[in-house]
């Protein structure tokens, strides 16, 4: 039986930069590190410049007609690659959704701590969804839950949009709110100011009593978290209890 041909699996990684006597077209754009052309000429030609002046010749435009290379030291161009990347990737705002859970009959201390928590993540940049969770009959009375979602929006609108109005998935309620225009160019302007201070080693400042604020923010979240699953294991037990027997 004829045996069917093998799958070969190509490597997916970016193409690689061509170097010297990498570069094997006829001819090339050449430029100088300072940004001064040296015209088009032969690769050859190219190659002999380069090393005349001790440095690299490096294609950086192979899709122009002939390509462009530049006549420079790569390793340092591709030193200063890499830093530029890890600049952007640093400095790139990553935008997550954090959960904040309730129950319809959560009291107004627990409310309260929600909503610092609540602020602290749209503060930081991120969403928030906030979600009620029905236990039994309370499903009975969705308009219980929809006031709670408004009284939280209504105390953090001053920060906040809402990117999803409150809505019944299933036996929860849900709203997803998102910070303004405002919080983010602040939370911008804020890190450009952080990277021009850099703190001294050892040095707490205020951003680590900031971070102490906040843990100790994150530990009352879930403690009212916590009250709310001891409510739940209540009602389920409250329901095994009025359970009919089976005969």
């Known amino acids: 039986m004829a045996m069917g041909r093998r799958m070969v699996h190509r490597d997916s990684r970016a193409p690689q930069i061509r170097v010297n006597h990498r570069i094997r077209v006829p001819e090339v754009r050449v430029v ?12 050859s030609d190219a190659l002999k410049a380069a090393e005349e002046r001790g440095l690299d010749l490096v294609e950086v435009n192979p899709k122009s007609s002939p390509p ?13 690659e890499k830093k530029r990347a890890s600049d952007a990737k640093r400095k790139q705002t990553v935008v997550e959704l ?5 129950r319809p009959k959560t009291d107004d201390h627990d409310l309260n701590v929600k909503v610092r928590a609540a602020k602290r993540f749209l503060e930081g940049g991120n969403k928030v969804k ?7 009959r309370e499903i009975t009375h969705p308009e219980r839950a929809e006031m709670q979602l408004n009284w939280l929006f209504q105390q953090l609108e001053e920060i906040a949009n809402v990117e999803q109005r409150a809505q019944m998935e299933g036996r929860t309620m849900s709203l997803i709110l998102s ?3 405002a919080v983010l160019q602040r939370l911008a302007s804020d890190r450009a100011r952080r990277e021009s201070m850099a703190p001294q080693p050892g040095e707490k400042g205020a951003a680590g009593a900031h971070s102490d604020e906040a843990e100790h923010e994150e530990e009352e979240l879930h403690e009212a978290d916590d009250d709310d699953d001891d409510d739940d294991d209540d009602d389920d037990d409250a329901g095994d209890a009025d359970a009919p027997e089976e005969s």
Not at 32 to 43: F, I, K, N
Not at 68 to 79: A, S
Not at 130 to 136: D, N
């Open 32 to 43: 100088l590190d300072d940004g001064s052309q040296l015209g088009v000429m032969s690769t």
């Open 179 to 181: 910070p303004k225009p």
């Open 98 to 102: 954090k959960e904040v859970k309730l």
């Open 130 to 136: 906030f979600t009620v969770r029905f236990r039994g």
């Open 68 to 80: 462009v290379c530049k006549i420079l030291d790569f390793g340092k161009y591709k030193y200063e």
